[in-house]
């Protein structure tokens, strides 16, 4: 026997929980007084599991906790200034923080941290605990200080617990809010409002990271009371009553967690970005106006927007570096001096800038074949009046996305004529990284007059070795192939010539955005954007470093990433279910665009799905530019702001694609795997530490 129709998604939304209810709706019926109970076990089994991990994970084995903790006991022993919004670096504040990194060190290593890597060394005069969480904003660590500063006395493991329940409060409050977010999305009675926070609370990374040490839990409950806040708007407006004092709460409660979100971590900070879209598709539904209103607004604001930040002009496949992300100007120039086709790279001088460089990085799998071999280097180049410029010239590193690649290159004195000059170099034999180099002024020199260009064209890196006196001759414009010497060569550069055009971050925007939130160690914007470009080398990025890795990271991989899943069947078994989960969410589209009275549900899907993508893809993008950020592999972590809205998609998609008499059903075997996969995981991280 089929459901009751209001089992549909599509049928109606869940009335706002606060609306008046008619005389006869007063009493709390039996059906409803048995969910709240259900929703009340939720929370409970979500803090009974928070627990579980909480005490099940030995002292610092989560991602980056020992730097985690440090942050957040130095917030509450008086050492971060609030006014400079850093931590104090006096002489005795340095060695406060040295004595603590010992202790926790210590600590580490009585809890066997160091078993499987080995000790470091125990006499360095720079004592390492990881990677510093200092450029993180306060706010999570802020919070976590306050119940420090009552343990004081305590060893550091029973330190660390106590500051581990701040953010087992955080779990519980973002289950919490996953409840109140399918309360707002479905009628009473639907299945999803438990399924999706129990299924959200069962995942076990999720319930990993959520009580530990890190900053990102309180992205998670940021994110989720964002979601929240929302869905809450959209649906008051929706329903096209007078604007009142609920569509104000409401309102602030959305502006005020958006500014939450900007201080608190960049993972959920890239939500704000969604906020004219919240407000625009709110007015839109309050209004009532057609959807073609909406249309035009969503396409033409954003699109305007778009114009004020993003120019056009630069060379693509070719990254700014070392100070040419300032540069106002293009980095591609149209000029009939140009040797090959019409267009050139350019890079232009401040006055006051030291250094400028274009960085064009290698295809990983062409780098491996030049390791250990000789390459040709060159190009021609000239300037807009005489100077001495820094040259051509590569940067190798033995790592991937080396934070210090070694440049070596050939400083310049060149005029307003094109003059070819070539190099050859030896590639060190353990290169991973491999990157032509074009430079403005070499470190070593003053900076030049403001307004000089220097120009460069035909740029090659070929391997082998070919004549310097005597240029190439291309088959083309693109300078990819030709004759050398007399010998054929394949140029490994992309766009050598500049004919190709790309994108281009205008310089305020870089600067503005960057002083407000971080885009990460070592990257800049306007990186970003060239990776974007770049198809050939972020396509290999893409598969070789992101891959299905981010799916596998939503149910598995714990600890630190040290404790996963890796058989085969159980691996393709995670991209079975979150592949149907994908095809069910399109189904349920499909079939919702054609019903009746959908555009609520409609306008509240869109914005849940823009943030889907914007964190799912932001958190790939974190794979790029991979030039001297270090190598940063994209996790799951990283979309827990969206967790609730994956967990929809997930418990939803199957919902959707389940016949409608299967449907409930169909839910409690996909939560009953999950919580046979979270008994699974707590057995292999219990064995782990055994």
Known sequence: MAEPIHHDLH???????????????????????????????????????????????PPWQHYDEPSHFEYAWLIAHDGYNWQTRDIVRTQPANQQRRNLRLQIRDSMIEHGFYRDIGLPNLDAQRVSIGFPAFEHPPTYYAVVSIPLRFVAGADFA????????????????????????????????????????????????????????????????????????????LRLCGTRRPAGMQHGLALTWVLGVSLLALITKNTVAVLVLLLPVVLLVALWQWRGWRPVGLLVLLIGLPLLATLAVVGTGDAQSWYRWNGAATQAAATQARTAAAPVGSTVLQLTSDGATDERRLIQPLIQPDVWGLAGQTV???????????????????????????????????????????????????????????????????????????????????????????PSDTPPVFADNAASTGTWGGQPFTNLLRNASAEQSWLRI???????????????????????????GDPARSSDILVRYVGLAPIEGLFTRLAWGNIA???????????LVTGGALVGGGVWLARTARQPDTRPLLAIVLVLALAL????????????????EGLVRPVTRYTFPVAVITALVLAGGWWTLAPARFRTATLAVLVGLVGVLNLVSIGMVWMFYQ
């Open 506 to 532: 205008r310089p305020w925007v870089e600067t503005t955005i960057t002083s407000v939130v971080s885009v990460g160690w070592g990257r800049s914007l306007s990186q970003l954007l060239a990776s974007l």
């Open 613 to 628: 993508l914007l964190s799912w893809g932001g958190m790939a993008l974190r794979a790029f530019p991979q030039i001297s």
């Open 158 to 233: 029973t330190q660390l617990y106590v500051a581990r329940s701040v953010s087992l409060l955080c779990f519980v409050l973002t289950i919490g809010a996953a409840i109140g977010i399918m309360r707002e999305l479905t009628p009473p009675g639907h299945p999803l409002r438990w399924a999706v926070p129990l299924l959200l609370a069962l995942l076990p990374p999720f319930a990993d990271l959520m009580t530990a040490v890190n900053s990102e839990v309180a992205a998670a409950l940021v994110g989720a009371l964002w979601v929240w806040g929302v869905v809450r708007l």
């Open 565 to 575: 899943i890796s058989s085969p069947p159980i691996l393709a078994l995670f991209w």
């Open 11 to 57: 049928s109606t939304l869940a009335p706002p929980a606060d609306a008046a209810a008619p005389p006869a709706a007063t009493a709390v019926r039996p059906a409803l007084r048995r969910e709240r109970l259900v929703l009340v076990a939720v929370l409970l089994l979500a803090f009974v599991q928070g627990i579980t991990y909480l005490l099940l994970l």
């Open 376 to 466: 040709t280097v060159g190009g021609w180049v000239w300037a807009s009046e005489p100077v001495q410029m820094g040259g051509i010239g590569i940067a190798a590193s033995s790592i991937v996305a080396n934070t210090r690649l070694e440049v070596t290159q050939q400083p310049l004195d060149v005029t307003t004529t094109p003059q070819f000059v070539a190099w050859t170099f030896e590639v060190p034999a353990d290169t991973q990284a491999l990157h032509y180099v074009f430079t403005l002024a070499p470190p070593e020199t003053a900076t030049q007059q403001a307004g000089v260009q220097v120009f460069l064209d035909g740029a090659l890196l070929v391997a082998g070795r070919f």
